[in-house]
């Protein structure tokens, strides 16, 4: 069986391709008497959510914002929901939605035997485009921005059950509200193709974080939010979504859906047009997989197969990739994701008034070959259409660092790491022309990831340290309150002066002193770095940025 080219993931629907949610001219919150939590009237449905008392956070689990994306809605833009009677509770996590993983090959290779195999969870659902939303003092708050999570797994894995939900809340001490949203993962949400393209609708799982975001704007306000002041954030392939969002329509979605964006670790793989060669590619394994190669109608094969037999193919196709990268991923479709998004950014004309943005300073290390022996060949299997010459050239970009990165290994994982994460935040943050932030998570060891645990507490951060938590987990909401993560709520909080980031390359680093006090302080971006970040943009057409 030929095996699957290099392509790395991290991570406004269209007029005519999703059913508008009903104008709410009314809608209601109520105190029930006689059960446990809030009740909000939605109009298609009532939810019931729960308190709790030693903080007046009230959450709502499992909130449907649209209809389940199953048989012929399988691989189409998501519709608006149903309407239900009765009240229904929301005080339990939703179904995740089925999972995928990364590549475990230890090459790029074009001949692989895939191994089917189940890895999701019992609480597993094709039904599983719900969301959460958690609330402070609700029934006594109106007007409150709005924090909408966008959760990672490189488009393939991920959920919201696991997030410690009121962590977000209590980092605005109560004066934010967060809404956090699920959206089809692996082929289920990103399957593409000139069949797809035909038939069905691309980039299902961004169409779907779109309509969670049509909700947000339509029904917000109940909760006692303002959908005037919605903040995107996301960590790795959440953080590339918001990138999607941020260049959605060519950067002119309408009517707005947020002001704000957020991106920790910015996740931008190659995004190539649906038809191209690795789409289809990746979509006829699908149908070699799943029995459908021979069908008079292969979409219309897909469509009927079980979701389980799906879902081992989804699996097969993503192990087989290389070493730590992901298959199936955005694309440019020509309407939602009209170009390359680095096409979209170079114009500056973007989604949303103001960016903050956070990398991590060894992004790359957790997705390279441990064993990585050869820069040049770790570059050759991660961007297979680099010319020889390119490929001669990014390496030297990498092994002339050899003080400061003496092994190939080391220069491998900031080839990982420049290429797929930092430069494309450097090109966002350009992108937002002089309204932009940035800044640098370093605690030790500073790997992808690493950073989530400051803002999601419940994780126990290793660096448990008051004045630094602080201030990194407020900069994010003094940004989404005010706009400005100078402008704090609290004003204990330590973080110095912080520039735009266009001003004079000047961002905030995040890391620690030799004696465990925490180092907060303002720093030039590596004039070098940059000057990597400027080749890696002009091979983006290559590479499929």
Known sequence: MIGIPCVVVLLGLFTGLVSSFPRQESGALHKSRNAPGPIVDLEYAKYQGSTDLSTNISTFSGIRYAGPPTGSL?????????????????????????????????????????????????????????????????????????????????????????????????????????????????????????????????????????????????YISLFGGDPSKVTIWGESAGAGSVLQHVVAHGGRTHPPLFRTAITSSTFLPPQYAANDPIPTFLYDQMLNLTNCDSASNTFACLLAVDADTLNNANNAITSSAFYGTFVFVPVVDGTFIVERPTVTLDRQIVNGDVLLSVTNTFEGRIFTIPSETNTSDFIRQMFPFLSAKQIDIAASHYTALNIALPTPLDQS?????????????????????????????????????????????????????????????????????????????????????????????????????????????????????????????????????
């Open 74 to 218: 399988r691989f189409q833009a998501p519709q608006a929901p149903a309407k239900v009677d009765g009240v229904q509770q929301a005080t339990s996590p939703p179904p995740q939605c089925y999972q995928a993983g990364d590549g475990t090959s230890q090459t790029n290779p074009f001949i692989h035997d895939p191994l089917l195999k189940k890895r999701y969870s019992t609480l597993t659902s094709e039904d599983c485009l719900f969301l959460d939303v958690s609330v402070p003092d609700i029934g006594m708050v109106d007007g409150l921005p709005v924090v909408v999570w966008i959760h990672g797994g490189g488009y393939q894995e991920g959920n919201i059950a696991t997030l410690p939900h009121a962590d977000l809340v209590t980092d605005s001490q109560n004066h934010v509200i967060v809404v956090y949203i699920q959206y089809r993962l692996g082929a289920f949400g990103f399957l593409a193709g000139p069949s797809v393209k035909k038939s069905g609708a691309l980039n299902a799982g961004l169409l779907d974080q779109h309509l969670a975001l049509q909700w947000v704007q339509q």
């Open 413 to 545: 994982i900031a080839v990982m790491g420049e290429s797929i994460f930092i430069c494309p935040t450097y090109l966002l943050l350009k992108a937002f022309n002089g309204k932009s932030w940035k800044g640098e998570f370093a605690i030790p060891p500073g790997n992808h990831g690493d950073d989530a645990v400051y803002y999601f507490l419940d994780n126990n951060p290793p660096f448990n340290n008051t004045d630094f938590i602080k201030s990194f987990s407020q900069s994010f909401m003094n940004i989404a309150i005010s706009l400005d993560p100078n402008i704090k709520f609290d004003p204990t909080n330590p973080t110095p002066a912080w520039n735009h980031w266009s001003s004079d390359d000047t961002e905030m680093l995040f890391n620690k002193t030799s004696t465990d006090g925490p180092d907060i302080r303002a720093v030039r971006t590596d004039s070098r770095l940059l000057e990597r970040c400027a080749f890696w943009r002009s091979v983006a057409d290559t590479i499929g940025q």
